[in-house]
């Protein structure tokens, strides 16, 4: 399968910084990621979508002004936690879309333990 | 009505049997639907796309579907206790794909 990255893997913020994490298809182009979120126990949430040269479009209850989303080339999206706080602690994991003669498919990345203390 | 619905769990099964893994979903319109393994602590893997009704082999892994039902399973013949892990099933809902909804998972666990 395609490969996606992200980095970095893990990251311990103070309160009120910023954080941002990369996610990168390292093998082929993605005109789409997507990022999601997910809490100890709990199922993958859909944060938002992120498409090549335009706007990301956040899931309802995503703070957009909060979760900066920059998608400038076609391997590399951009989450940026700002003002990050403990609530904002979780696993922040990108995926990318790729496209074969199979159909469209969805490739994750390894994900970002984020802890804000 | 959950747009794509999975039995929660856990679902134990000894070391060798076939584990069983169903998920409903409420599109009809949808065209593409795809399995995905996630380990704990770690980011999914997919592992079984079907795109027409009946059954698609890849090793010890079997997906079903029929749009009929709306249903799509996973099989996982000769299971091992390294299959112990939150199985997804993930559906793009509206039969395009900007949208991928993921069920709330199937945490699975193979007991030797």
């Known amino acids: 399968g395609a490969v996606v990255s992200q980095h970095p893997s893990w990251v311990i913020c103070k309160s009120g910084t910023s954080v941002k994490i990369e996610c990168r298809s390292l093998?082929?182009?993605?005109?789409?990621m997507f990022w999601y979120r997910q809490f100890p126990k709990q199922s993958l949430m859909l944060m938002a979508t992120s498409n090549e040269g335009s706007k990301a479009t956040y899931e309802q209850g995503v703070e957009k002004d909060k979760f900066l989303i920059n998608h400038a080339s076609l391997t590399l999206s951009t989450l940026t936690v700002t003002s990050a706080h403990p609530e904002d602690s979780s696993f922040y994991i990108c995926?990318?879309?790729?496209?074969?003669?199979?159909?469209?498919?969805?490739?994750f990345g390894p994900g970002t333990r984020l802890t804000v203390l | 009505q959950k747009e794509v619905e999975q039995n929660s769990g856990p679902l134990s099964v000894p070391e060798g049997a076939i584990a069983s893994l169903n998920c409903t979903y409420s599109?009809?319109?949808?065209?593409?639907f795809f399995w995905y393994r996630q380990y704990s602590g770690k980011s999914p893997e997919l592992i079984m796309s079907?795109?027409?009704?009946g059954d698609k082999e890849d090793g010890r892994f079997t997906a079903q579907l029929n749009k009929a039902s709306q249903y799509v399973s996973l099989l996982i013949r000769d299971s091992q206790p390294s299959d112990s892990a939150t199985y997804l099933c993930a559906i793009p809902l509206g039969g395009g794909y900007q949208k991928v909804t993921f069920g709330t998972g199937t945490k699975l666990q193979v007991i030797p």
């Open positions: 093998d082929f182009q993605a005109t789409t």
């Open positions: 995926s990318a879309r790729a496209t074969s003669g199979r159909g469209d498919e969805q490739f």
């Open positions: 079907i795109y027409s009704n």
């Open positions: 599109d009809r319109g949808s065209q593409s």
